[in-house]
DNA sequence: GGAGCGCTGTATCGTATGTTACGTATTTTG
DNA sequence: CAAAATACGTAACATACGATACAGCGCTCC
């Protein structure tokens, strides 16, 4: 079974003529950015001139260079986004391997993170901790724990934090009550939710500020979003992962924790009395 | 100093407009390989429009769309070439090293799979899986929702699964229901909660299997279970972490859905038709 | 409430890019 | 060694791509 061009180029590289051989290998040397630019670059890497390369391609059984891109670049993505590949992993210490369906849980999560600045996570934490507005949260079928998570945590450390639960009539009412100086935490991953994606729109049309934890193909309520979280979610099970969004909700609301320290301690001290 | 397109991004996002900043977001949810495609794909993927592209790359500084896409050839090229700088020096967006909090919620998994053996899991999903009674999930204040996560998955692979929720009256009535033929998944960490213990207590006399998700120091539950699992909770936060156990939750879903693939797939197809 | 500014999409334009035709060079075969 | 076939490059072509001008719209700030 051949699976990436480079293999297929392997083997039928003898069968080539001098020119395409050339072409090949300077493929194979710089693989696979060199097919990714302009046949007039790639030509002049080689050394050759551009029907040469055209040719190349044609061999290869594409039907044009287009195609021999588009096919180069969804090979490049599928190893992109499953790093389980990458060799060089933290050795796991004790000798056990670990279970491959963890490995590729930290990597969500390394992954999630490298897409994720500091300053935004601060952002969406300000947003969180501005005490101006109300705060809802929402999710989707297999989503809304976490947004129970979350709402659990942040509706200790300061009022008005709402969790959005039950019949989707029940909160889309709710929507009177939100206006421009309240957050809504929607989390959403595929397969997105059209009720969700209506309550969000609506949400949005009322000026109500929507922070987005979603997968990384971007549910579409990216387009309503102040603030999009993007997760990596592939994992070796018939499920995609939350784990990383998890994660980053818990930083969240560690982060807004810590901003709300003062307030937020009393609040707590003023609850542990009522008990 | 500014490295990566990545950086470049995260740091400008916040000045940017809405358009672009759909753009922005598009771009690192798929990062990189939207920016090599053409401008009127990637303007179709992030939903704007061609120019709103074009205005996004000038924005970062670029003088055309090719000078863009070089720029992250060459970025991707450099990647490829030397994978060790990849894991060993991970361009994180915002310019720091990993959040501490990462780092902690890494380990923190690492340390809990590393006293969690394969067989312990194994045992602990044949128990589930083994479809000869009724499962039951609840959880305290804080890991209800990984309850709620665990059932939400459970329930479609398998008939008779329940989510313990409401008042506590509720669900106590509901051991009426429990025998030794069925499974209780409780999630109790610090402060472990009184009524949850009652709970688990009157269960295990009852004969009901418990598995046990909990922290290091083990709640008093561990007493009544057959199964425990302890995860570690220790963050930089002023709240304990739940994401080991969240990951256990799902690495268990994921055994479970395996195992009972034959069915379970019968069963989705069954409901996809219901709808 | 009105005026100004900034953002965004539509439509058009120029051009760089991939493609093809054809002539020359090179190798192969009888 | 000659003749044919194949390979390669030059040059002309058409398409699709990026770039730009302009108008409509919403937003902010007086």
Wanted: net charge positive.
């Amino acid at each position: 079974m051949i699976s990436s061009i480079a293999e297929l180029i392997a083997e039928r590289m003898d069968a080539m003529p001098a020119g395409e051989r050339r072409a090949a290998q300077t493929l194979i040397a710089n693989y696979p950015l060199i097919g990714l630019k302009t046949v007039a670059e790639f030509s002049a890497a080689a050394g050759v001139s551009s029907p040469t390369i055209l040719r190349f391609v044609a061999r290869l059984g594409f039907q044009n260079y287009p195609e021999f891109q588009s096919t180069l670049q969804d090979e490049l993505a599928a190893q992109l986004q499953s790093p389980a590949t990458r060799t060089l992993n933290p050795p796991s210490p004790g000798g056990g391997a670990t279970p491959p369906m963890l490995e590729a849980t930290l990597d969500n999560m390394r992954e999630t993170f490298r897409h994720l600045s500091d300053r935004q996570l601060a952002d969406i934490a300000a947003q969180l901790a501005g005490r101006r507005g109300k705060t809802f949260l929402i999710g989707g079928r297999f989503t809304d724990p976490l947004a129970r998570y979350m709402a659990a945590h942040l509706a200790i450390v300061q009022p008005e934090v709402f969790h959005l639960a039950g019949q989707e009539s029940m909160w889309r009412d709710r929507l009177i009550d939100m206006g421009k100086r309240d957050v809504l935490v929607i989390f959403d991953i595929r397969r997105y939710q059209d009720s969700l994606i209506r309550f969000a729109e609506k949400a949005h049309q009322r000026g109500v500020q929507i922070v987005l934890f979603t997968d990384q193909w971007l549910s579409p309520i990216a387009r309503f979003a102040r603030h999009v979280i993007a997760g990596r979610t592939a994992v070796p099970s018939a499920w995609d992962s939350s784990a990383a969004l998890f994660v980053v909700a818990e930083m969240l609301i560690a982060t807004v924790t810590r901003q709300l320290e003062v307030e937020g301690s009393r609040r707590i001290r003023a609850m542990e009395d009522l008990r």
